[in-house]
Every structure is written in C-alpha cells, then in structure tokens.
C-alpha cells in the first residue's frame, strides 16, 4: 500500500497513545464512597479489626449488637481483646464488679466468640488489634439500621493529608457525615489526634462531622478545651460552645463532640438531628 505524499510512518509511542485507555477502577458500592470519588478520592474499604468473623450470622449479630449497647460491656470487651492468650473475667476491667465480669465472659462463649477452660480461664477465638473495629462495626451498623444511613467504615483514601482510616463515613439526604471515633478514655487524647480530625474536615468538606469518644466520663474537662485551643491556634476566634444535651457539644452548626455517657448511640443520634435541623431551610411561620 502506498503512503499519501508527505506521510511518515508512526513512531511507536505514537502508535501506543492511539490504544483504547484502561476504564477507571470499579467504585465501592455504596452512596457513601460515591460521596468520596465525587470529591476526587478514590475510596477503599480496608479489612475489619474485630474479634469475631464478619459477616456474622444474623441472629449473633442481633446480639451482640445488643450487648455492645451496654458501656460496661463495651468496657470487658476492650479488656478481652487487649488479652489474647487469655483472661480471667476480673482481669479485664477494674471498673466492673467480678459478677458482672463474670456474666459477660458468658455472653461472649454463647455468642460462639470465646471459650473456656477447665481452669475457668477464657480466650477469645479470634485476635484484634485493639477495640477499635469493634465500636466501628457497632457504631456503623446502628446508623444503617436505625438512622437509615449508607454506610462505610474503616475506608482509606490514599490521599496526602488524610493519614490513617476514616472510622465511619455515611450519607443520606445528599449528605455527607463523618465520624471520628475514640475508644481510649479522654486521659489520652493527645493534640495531634485533634489537630487530625481537623485537618481531614478540611479535606473531606463533609456536611456533618462527630468527634465521639466512647466513654462516661464529661467532656468539659478536657476534650472540649483542648478543641477550643486548637481552633483558636487555626485563627478562630470565636469559637462556638454549645451544649445540646448533657455532654454533647456542639463546636458549630456542622462539628459535634460526643460522649458514650447512658447510651451512646442514642447521642450520635441527638448529634445527628442537632446538625440536620441546621443545616435545613428556616422553618416556615411561626
């Protein structure tokens, strides 16, 4: 075949950008890591750390969801897990009476996630890192089935600013909320974990974020000071610090700090309706 006048054979590099492109990988099901890719991330579960298989069966799950609804049993919970090779009940907390320790090592056996020996000793059957994953799955699992949430925990966003996993992202009425969570009591919360959740608000530009930390203990004393701190090192001057209830916190129409004190999904729940009902239209009327 001959070659029109002034044509010149193409150059392999030229040949291969003439090659149909690779399609973009596959998004996560789900509206809550749709959120995330329309915001340029590129969002990816990571493996859940917990001390049971996932899935469960249904009706485990229907119970321990249940238990977990108890801060004392959260409490022997983080206990177990930080004792891999076994646990006597009393062993795990010291802010439970040993009938109370006792009876949840047996929910935990009934549940088929732990065992016991001859010796009255028990180990959980299988290992976590730590609590974390535990109130994840918890706290994610609740906003699906109570809130009517889309729900994703434990996600990496590969994204220079954003270290580490979001603990639980979720999204309804076109709206983006995110969750930070603590499970270690407020005694060890250092500044970097706040300047942290900050830095991904600026990030992620959700329409709601909680900073939760699972514990009884008040937040006034110190984790809602050293909030106030740090924004005001960002150059916020007036810092907003509103109560909701007890100690829920509200640092602005869109941040909440919250608190496990009675029950804890019931204040993610108060967060929740607090920045939904200002973040809707000025009621009509009066």
Request: a positive charge; charged letters at 25%; aromatic letters at 8%.
């Amino acid at each position: 075949m001959k070659r029109k006048p002034g044509a010149r054979e193409l150059e392999f590099g030229e040949v291969a950008a003439l090659q149909p492109k690779a399609g973009p990988l596959p998004l996560p099901a789900g509206e809550a890591l749709a959120m995330l890719a329309r915001r340029g991330f590129r969002p990816e579960r990571s493996a859940g750390d917990a001390p049971f298989p996932q899935p469960l069966e249904a009706a485990a799950e229907e119970k321990l969801a249940g238990w977990l609804g108890h801060y004392a049993f959260r409490l022997f919970l983080r206990g177990a897990i930080l004792k891999p090779r076994g646990f006597f009940p009393a062993e795990t907390t010291r802010y439970l009476t040993r009938e109370q320790s006792e009876h949840y090592a047996g929910a935990l056996v009934d549940l088929g996630l732990a065992e016991k020996n001859v010796r009255g000793r028990y180990r959980l059957k299988w290992a976590a890192k730590n609590f974390g994953g535990t109130l994840e799955w918890y706290v994610g699992r609740e906003l699906e089935r109570r809130f009517g949430f889309d729900v994703a925990t434990g996600v990496k966003l590969h994204t220079p600013g954003v270290g580490g996993d979001l603990d639980v992202v979720a999204s309804a009425e076109g709206k983006l909320l995110y969750l930070e969570l603590k499970s270690s009591p407020p005694k060890n919360l250092a500044v970097n974990e706040i300047a942290a959740f900050l830095d991904r608000l600026n990030t992620l530009r959700p329409e709601l974020a909680l900073f939760v930390i699972d514990t009884a203990l008040r937040l006034s004393d110190k984790v809602l000071p050293m909030f106030v701190e740090e924004l005001r090192r960002r150059g916020c001057r007036d810092v907003s610090k509103q109560r909701v209830s007890g100690e829920l916190w509200a640092l602005s129409p869109r941040v909440y700090l919250v608190n496990g004190s009675r029950d804890l999904m019931a204040n993610i729940g108060k967060a929740v309706a607090a920045g939904l009902r200002a973040l809707s239209p000025e009621p009509y009327g009066s």
